[in-house]
């Protein structure tokens, strides 16, 4: 659990693992987040990738998980701790963040932030120097947006016909609030 506090009220940030239950709800989120990108000119490259049976895997191994405050889901982040296709031949002592999103409605209220800073912990107690992640190269707004948190470009790729840009972060061992 995260916690922090805004304005006059404090807010409590849960990452949990998602159950088999909730795949439609991830699929949903990212699936909306999508729309949303799209109607900006932003395109997203999650159409391909949101596979419910993909996804079942993935919660059955606990990489995906939600973001709730109180019984509200307001996101969702998948970490895992390779990725072959984007980072291929990279050390294995980063985690790997991937279907990073926070829903409309609570966006701009530094969620997604507080669910970096949970995966970057997560990866610390779980022996990782780095946490890494791939984006659209030709979005600037959500490249800008990590390198705002402290990830360095590493170079482009495109192993899937479409041209990723690589991000990575150096942890230490505090990188804020406990999990």
Same mark, same amino acid.
């Given at each position: 659990?995260?916690?922090?506090?805004?304005?006059?009220?404090?807010?409590?940030?849960?990452?949990? /693992?998602?159950?088999?239950?909730?795949?439609?709800?991830?699929?949903?989120?990212?699936?909306?987040? @999508?729309?949303?990108?799209?109607?900006?000119?932003? /395109?997203?490259?999650?159409?391909?990738?949101?596979?419910?049976?993909?996804?079942?895997?993935?919660?059955? #191994?606990?990489?995906?998980?939600?973001?709730?405050?109180?019984?509200? %889901?307001?996101?969702? %982040?998948?970490?895992?701790?390779?990725? /072959?296709?984007?980072?291929?031949?990279?050390?294995?002592?980063?985690?790997?963040?991937?279907?990073?999103?926070?829903? *409309?409605?609570?966006?701009?209220?530094?969620?997604?932030?507080?669910?970096?800073?949970?995966?970057?912990? *997560?990866?610390?107690?779980?022996?990782?120097?780095? #946490?890494?992640?791939?984006?659209? @190269?030709?979005?600037?707004? %959500?490249?800008?947006?990590?390198?705002?948190?402290?990830?360095?470009?590493?170079?482009?790729?495109?192993?899937?016909?479409?041209? @990723?840009?690589?991000?990575?972060?150096?942890?230490?061992?505090?990188?804020? /609030?406990?999990?």
């Amino acid at each position: 659990m995260v916690g922090r506090t805004t304005g006059h009220h404090s807010v409590k940030l849960a990452i949990v /693992p998602a159950n088999e239950e909730d795949v439609d709800t991830v699929i949903r989120i990212l699936s909306d987040v @999508a729309r949303w990108l799209g109607s900006r000119g932003l /395109p997203s490259r999650w159409g391909s990738a949101l596979d419910r049976d993909r996804f079942l895997a993935q919660i059955r #191994l606990k990489e995906v998980h939600l973001a709730r405050i109180g019984p509200d %889901i307001v996101g969702t %982040i998948t970490l895992q701790w390779a990725d /072959p296709v984007f980072w291929s031949g990279a050390s294995n002592d980063a985690g790997y963040i991937h279907k990073f999103a926070v829903i *409309r409605d609570y966006a701009g209220r530094r969620i997604g932030e507080e669910m970096l800073r949970w995966a970057e912990n *997560r990866a610390v107690l779980s022996g990782k120097k780095y #946490l890494r992640l791939d984006c659209l @190269a030709t979005n600037k707004i %959500i490249r800008s947006y990590y390198e705002r948190a402290g990830y360095v470009h590493k170079g482009d790729v495109s192993p899937m016909g479409w041209v @990723a840009s690589l991000y990575e972060k150096r942890l230490s061992g505090d990188t804020g /609030p406990g999990i």
